[in-house]
Nanobody, 115 residues
Framework: QVQLVESGGGLVQAGESLRLSCAAS????????MDWYRQVPGKQREFVGSITVGGVTNYRDSVKGRFTISADNAKNLVYLQMDSLKPEDTAIYYC?????????WGRGTQVTVSS
């Protein structure tokens, strides 16, 4: 069974950094793509960024230049490095992986950015 587990969330002040991790139960190189999404209560879950098996990354405009996604295939980890955090980045962050056409989600980790 495929499992994704996020970690690294917390409370930080505006301008600070956090690094989120997504641990996969299997080889992350098996996933066609791995994404990060975020959700604020009462709002739709929104795409943050992604990384393909080939290492190509893509980001939503509001985080470009501040967030970086990377993968460590040896450790089966995907990272979301978040710099220059803003209060509007406050959300639950979810990891998603697509394997064999099926999307798998983690349970999320809370990120809170105070002003």
């Amino acid at each position: 069974q495929v499992q994704l587990v996020e970690s690294g969330g917390g409370l930080v002040q505006a301008g600070e950094s956090l690094r989120l991790s997504c641990a996969a139960s299997g080889r992350i190189s098996s996933f066609a793509i791995m994404d990060w999404y975020r959700q604020v209560p009462g709002k739709q879950r929104e795409f943050v960024g992604s990384i393909t098996v080939g290492g190509v990354t893509n980001y939503r405009d509001s985080v470009k230049g501040r967030f970086t996604i990377s993968a460590d295939n040896a450790k089966n980890l995907v990272y979301l490095q978040m710099d220059s955090l803003k209060p509007e980045d406050t959300a639950i962050y979810y990891c998603r992986g697509v394997l064999g056409g099926v999307a798998y989600w983690g349970r999320g980790t809370q990120v809170t950015v105070s002003s």
